[in-house]
């Protein structure tokens, strides 16, 4: 069976069993900080497990694609060293949420692995939970697996946990076994050992209890099930595969880095090993710049960054010298657009962004070796011929210089590496990052809202802007429940009818007031913490509110047509960058305000003024042609068959609003929109700039802020006609004039400062201190720039032919400090480390050669110090 086969097979045969199909959720977790990645299929049914979120169905089935490379589920060293070991994946799964359990679980499993994909029952092994009897039994007694071939084992294998608290449960595993060619012994001891011989197929996971934060289990009212099955592994067993990279879903990939490099697969030596890597990076690489991470120094796109650098290495390790793992993309594409077709309209962009990288990093690659360079060097000088951890991790943090790289150079070198230092710093930078994952709203602070998720909300915010009486069914002050909220008091109130639309899809909440006979207070937002509970955030600005009383909700009306203005506005405009640049280009984020709207997207360069005014002709057209802006509620998988844009980190339920602007724009959509684009008025992009490599980011405002926008515009523009005494039509030319007149100004300023310091530098005037032979200038000037001052340190050196050269200028409040070595000194005096000295003294920093080094500073005051501390130190190393 191909890979493809396997997928359709196991998803028809659980349809079959009333399970409902769901599409693969991204790799980008939606509403769950807790997670870098998706890495498990039951990830984006996390909130139904939890009792957060209900669905019409309770058996779910799905083909997860899913990334692990940190955490205690990092495989990334063993990746292409082993025969299973993968950064990119994908689970198999199906799930009951409060439907059948263990015995429909065991049975469904039993009869998909035996008698649909036909593997013979005596290869197969299983574990369980050492007191799990009730598993034992069907397996034993109803599925009649021998009790020889059932293994039982403790909580460390078979016990899974959501987290410290939370759903857990026993789990049994189905294992297969390859031979005893592999690795003979007995089945037990070698699943004990992680043995490759027997290959862990499908796990089922029990989920019966809950666990509190005492650690004590209580059995849940609904039992669930979760299970997971890896695709890479199973298509090994029924392709007859001793290792995952021998199967369709590699091979492909491996022949085409073949051909790139040159070499020949298999040889058994290391190159198998880099080409596995490639093979799998690649395919990590290929799915996280397609669901919209873009390579960055920090969270994702560090994980991003990392893949394609640690993947170029191998190459280079291969022969390869120039970016090559552009060119694998289209095969990654070529073997996965069945499952995933998004990817072929995505193909060009991820080559892009991966090109790009690529030549950032041959390029970083080369600054890293000449910093490499200079540690060596100080750590030769120093005597130790031990370059340190932090100097390492700097190397590799800054510039992607790997650290096998920086031990090879160091062995030519006959230096070492501290190799425990860097460790350290790693798992710093690793703090670092869990604590940028912790989240705004943990799940603790979530559990607040749970108990109102069992009252009656009814949300009428898409037809009602106000709701002369509705109830209010709960008060939170302070985080805790209140039966009153008074004068003063600020707090969070539950409405039984709600015409407050809440914070969601990148659009702001409503604003507004509640008021009744003796209550009146504003809104200031409105959101919702977990699914289907709607919070007002409320300022009481007199008399008291009760829970169970009845108050007037009325809207801003004014903000909330700002804001549907901007929404639809962002849909144009998606439509427009679309339509202008390439169907590469796809929402990454959006705030939608009264104010302004904010929207980023995949692009892989700035846009240039052509494509700036060709994207907002079109929005204004189409704002002009007044076309309707119509809603329809229908599935997920309808309005993806009628062309409609999914956002890739949005999270759809089963019915959702497919907002159509004409026919120009199609999307799926939560948000409040006009009902004809004419009410936007007038569209007017303010800003274009960079979020990150691959991602872009335009600024817009429309209507009023538009029109403000432009008359602020024309005010400058006017006082500009006043300032140089001519017509707009003539105030470039008078510019223009004036910046040749300013520069002719500068030359002359120039040449003029350098005639005065060559007199100066002829001049008995300037003190040279000498020790042993050795002559020292430190000189103090005003408003020199750093050209200047480079040339009149070039200047002295010539003059005093063996010494140190340390000049400083204050300058438009900023310090500018230089430092030369004259003549064959280097080996003593060396002009980087002095720098580096001194800048401290005047609250900067600054580098370069051992021969010459400059710095910047803040602290003016200090020069006369930093001076005196150079003198200090020649004098020392003298």
């Known amino acids: 069976m191909t890979a493809h086969d396997i997928r359709t097979t196991f998803l028809k045969f659980f349809e079959r069993k009333g399970h409902k199909i769901v599409p693969s959720s991204s790799l980008i977790p939606k509403d769950d900080p807790t997670l870098l990645f998706t890495n ?32 205690k589920h990092n495989d990334l060293e063993q990746v292409g060293r082993t025969p299973r070991h993968h950064t990119f994946f994908e689970m198999l799964g199906n799930f009951s949420f409060g439907d059948y359990f263990k015995r429909e679980a065991i049975h469904y499993a039993w ?33 009649g697996v021998p009790a020889s071939r059932i293994f039982r084992f403790g909580k460390k294998d078979n016990f899974w946990a959501m987290g410290e608290t939370g759903p857990c449960g026993p789990c049994s595993e189905i294992h297969y076994d390859l031979g005893e060619e592999i690795e003979p012994g007995e089945p037990y001891a070698l699943i004990e050992k992680g043995s490759n011989r027997l290959l862990e197929l499908w796990n089922l996971v029990f989920m019966e209890f809950y666990q509190d934060e005492r650690g004590e289990m209580h059995r849940l009212p609904s039992p669930s099930i979760d299970t997971g099955m890896g695709l890479e592994r199973m298509a090994a067993v029924l392709q007859n595969k001793r290792s995952n990279f021998d199967t369709d879903l590699f091979l492909p990939l491996i022949r085409a880095i073949s051909e790139e490099t040159g070499q020949e697969y298999p040889t058994g030596g290391e190159s198998d090993v880099y080409i596995r890597i490639i093979a799998d990076h690649i395919r990590a690489i290929t799915f996280l710049i ?79 070796l000449r910093y490499f360079e200079e540690y060596a060097q100080e750590a030769i000088s120093s ?85 002369e009486e509705t109830e209010v069914l709960a008060i939170l002050v302070g985080g805790e429940k209140a039966e009153k909220l008074v004068e003063g008091q600020s707090g969070e109130v539950i409405l039984s009818t709600t015409p407050f639309y809440a914070e969601s899809g990148g659009q702001v909440g409503d604003t507004g007031v509640l008021k009744s006979s003796n209550f009146s207070g504003l809104v200031k937002n409105t959101f919702t913490p977990i699914p289907g509970v709607i919070v007002h955030q409320v300022k009481a600005v007199s008399g008291e509110l009760r829970v169970r009383e009845k108050v007037e909700a009325v809207v801003d009306a004014a903000r909330r047509k700002a804001i549907s203005c901007n929404h639809t506005a962002t849909h144009l405009l998606h439509a427009a960058l679309r339509q202008i640049l390439g169907d590469h280009v796809r929402q990454s984020g959006s705030l939608v305000s009264d104010k302004r709207l904010r929207f980023d997207f995949t692009h892989y360069a700035a846009l240039s003024e052509e494509e700036i005014t060709r994207v907002e002709q ?261």
């Open 618 to 878: 079109l929005v204004n057209e189409k704002i002009r042609e007044n076309l309707p802006v119509t809603v329809k509620i229908t599935t997920l998988e309808e309005g993806m068959a009628e062309g409609a844009m999914a956002i890739f980190e949005e999270k759809y339920g089963e019915k959702v609003r497919l907002v159509r602007v004409g026919d120009f724009s199609k999307e799926l959509c939560g948000g409040i929109h006009v009902k004809n684009s004419g009410e936007i008025g007038f569209f007017k992009i303010i800003s274009e700039s960079s979020v990150a490599a691959g991602l872009r980011r335009v600024e817009a405002v429309t209507g009023e802020e538009a029109f403000r926008y432009v008359k602020e515009l024309e005010e400058q523009l006017k006082q500009l006609e006043i300032l140089f005494k001519v017509n707009r039509k003539e105030l470039r030319l008078r510019a223009e004039r004036l910046l040749e007149q300013l520069e002719e100004k500068e030359q002359e300023i120039k040449k003029l400062k350098h005639k005065f310091l060559h007199q100066a530098g002829q001049s008995p005037e300037i003190e040279i201190k000498e020790i042993k032979g050795i002559k020292f200038i430190g000189q103090k000037f005003e408003g020199l720039d750093m050209e200047t001052l480079r040339s009149y340190a070039d200047n002295l050196k010539q003059k005093i032919g063996q010494g140190l050269v340390v000049l400083a200028s204050a300058t438009e409040g900023k310090v500018l400090l230089v430092v030369a070595v004259a003549g064959d000194l280097v080996t003593r005096l060396q002009a980087n480390k002095i720098i580096k000295d001194i800048a401290v003294v005047v609250g900067g920093g600054g580098g370069g050669r051992a021969d010459f080094a400059q710095a910047g500073g803040t602290k003016t005051e200090m020069i006369d110090q930093a001076l005196e501390k150079a003198f200090e130190i020649f004098r020392q190393m003298v």
């Open 40 to 71: 498990a299929g039951m990830n984006q049914f996390k909130n139904i497990f939890l009792g957060l979120e209900k669905r019409s169905y309770t058996r779910a089935t799905t083909v997860q694609k899913c990334l692990r490379v940190s955490g």
């Open 383 to 467: 005597g130790h011929r031990v370059i340190s951890g932090e100097k390492v991790f700097k190397l590799y943090d800054t510039f992607g210089f790997p650290v096998d790289l920086c031990q090879e150079l160091a062995r030519e070198k006959n230096l070492e590496v501290d190799e425990a230092g860097f460790q350290q710093e790693m798992e710093r930078q690793r703090e670092r990052a869990r604590q940028s994952w912790e989240g705004e709203v943990r799940l603790k602070e979530k559990s607040i809202y749970q108990e109102f998720q069992k009252l009656k909300i009814t949300p009428v915010f898409y037809d009602q802007e106000e709701v």
């Open 111 to 143: 009869e998909l692995v035996t008698e649909v994909f036909k593997l013979p029952p005596d290869r197969l092994y299983i574990t369980i939970y050492q007191d799990d009897e009730e598993a034992f039994k069907i397996w034993c007694s109803e599925i």
């Open 290 to 368: 397609g669901d919209g991470v873009s390579p960055a120094n920090e969270g994702r796109g560090y994980v991003l960054r990392r893949l394609i650098r640690r993947a170029y290495r191998r190459g280079n390790f291969l022969g390869l010298e120039k970016p090559f793992l552009y060119r694998l993309v289209s095969t990654v594409v070529d073997v996965m657009k069945d499952a995933y077709p998004e990817l072929m309209s995505n193909l060009n962009y991820i080559s892009r962004v991966c090109l790009a990288e690529e030549e950032r990093f041959a390029y970083t690659l080369n600054s890293g």
